[in-house]
Antibody
Framework: EVQLVESGGNLVQPGRSLRLSCVGS????????MHWVRQAPGKGLEWVSG????????DYADSVRGRFTISRDNAKNSLYLQMDSLRPDDTAVYYC?????????????????WGQGTLVTVSS | QSVLTQPPSESGTPGQRVTISCSGS????????VTWYQQLPGSAPTLLIY???ERPSGVPDRFSGSKSGTSASLAISGLQSEDESDYYC???????????FGGGTKLSVL
């Protein structure tokens, strides 16, 4: 059974940093593209960032580019999101998500599984 | 403002057939397959339809997807009370170089 477990969400002041982690199990972690997707309270889904299996291909949403950094450690079956210069509009549940195995990063395989999410609140 | 446009809400009665639309452009739906997700209240999204019209195992055949040009649709036949949920369309946008989602449609079963 595929499991994705996020951690690291917290209340943080504007301008500060936070690092989210996600541990995957039940699949061969380094075979798959991984993503972070967020959902602000009462709002829709917003893709944040994606990373290829070998970390050679990475993309970011315009809203976070230059402030957030995605990374992965395949030896630890882990995905990370370093979030710097946080703003109140970054407040959201952040989901770790696994793409399906239908292709490489550049063929854009769809997200197949989602974690339960971790809440990040940016407020003074 | 979402890149993909969905109606904020739809409704139907048990047993009825409802459709949810998703409108985009040539850089997203027009050139990439569409995925649909269901998000039950208080839960993470789950995959409903991928590659425009393919159902993962375990998804009832009451759910179907289609795509034409720069628009896609999700159809739910034989509506059931447990279908009351939020539904999102998604695809890759080649211009934005990222995944884009619709704003979500809240389906009510009356």
């Amino acid at each position: 059974e595929v499991q994705l477990v996020e951690s690291g969400g917290n209340l943080v002041q504007p301008g500060r940093s936070l690092r989210l982690s996600c541990v995957g199990s039940g699949f061969i972690f380094d075979d798959y593209v991984m993503h972070w997707v967020r959902q602000a309270p009462g709002k829709g889904l917003e893709w944040v960032s994606g990373i290829s299996w070998d970390s050679n291909s990475i993309d970011y949403a315009d809203s976070v580019r230059g402030r957030f950094t995605i990374s992965r450690d395949n030896a630890k079956n882990s995905l990370y999101l370093q979030m710097d210069s946080l703003r109140p509009d970054d407040t959201a549940v952040y989901y770790c998500a696994k793409a399906d195995g239908s292709g490489s990063y550049h063929t854009h395989p769809p997200i197949e599984y989602w974690g339960q999410g971790t809440l990040v609140t940016v407020s003074s | 403002q979402s890149v993909l446009t969905q109606p904020p809400s739809e409704s139907g009665t048990p047993g009825q057939r409802v459709t949810i639309s998703c409108s985009g452009s040539g850089s997203n739906i027009g050139s990439n397959p569409v995925t649909w997700y269901q998000q039950l209240p208080g839960s993470a999204p789950t995959l409903l339809i991928y590659a425009n019209d393919e159902r993962p195992s375990g998804v009832p055949d009451r759910f179907s997807g289609s795509k034409s040009g720069t628009s896609a649709s999700l159809a739910i036949s034989g509506l059931q009370s447990e279908d009351e949920s939020d539904y999102y369309c998604a695809t890759w946008d080649a211009s934005l170089k990222g995944w884009v989602f619709g704003g979500g449609t809240k389906l009510s079963v009356l």
